[in-house]
Nanobody
Framework: QVQLVESGGGLVQAGGSLRLSCAAS????????MGWFRQAPGKEREFVAA????????YYADSVKGRFTISRDNAKNTVYLQMNSLKPEDTAVYYC??????????????WGQGTQVTVSS
């Protein structure tokens, strides 16, 4: 059983930056692909970014490409999401997820509790 805890959310002005972290425990972190997802009020959860177990491959939603960067530190059992040039439409609860099979998918097995990101205009 993998436990995931996100942190780093908050309130930021448009154009600003935030870095989200997701700490994993209870499993072999380096064997899991990791993903970031978000859910805005009244909307379905959507894929944001994902990274392979080694960190060698990364994937992004078109809406965040060029602004967000996903990375991982397997020695620290942590995955990060660096968010730059934030826009009000990036406002959402951000979730990290882990899976040992899928990468670009909504079907991740393990999920964190989420962290709120609010971007003011």
């Amino acid at each position: 059983q993998v436990q995931l805890v996100e942190s780093g959310g908050g309130l930021v002005q448009a154009g600003g930056s935030l870095r989200l972290s997701c700490a994993a425990s209870g499993g072999t972190f380096s064997s899991y692909a990791m993903g970031w997802f978000r859910q805005a009020p009244g909307k379905e959860r959507e894929f944001v970014a994902a990274i392979s177990w080694s960190g060698g491959s990364t994937y992004y939603a078109d809406s965040v490409k060029g602004r967000f960067t996903i990375s991982r530190d397997n020695a620290k059992n942590t995955v990060y999401l660096q968010m730059n040039s934030l826009k009000p439409e990036d406002t959402a609860v951000y979730y990290c997820a882990a899976d040992d099979d899928v990468i670009v998918s909504m079907d991740y097995e393990y999920w964190g509790q989420g962290t709120q990101v609010t971007v003011s205009s």
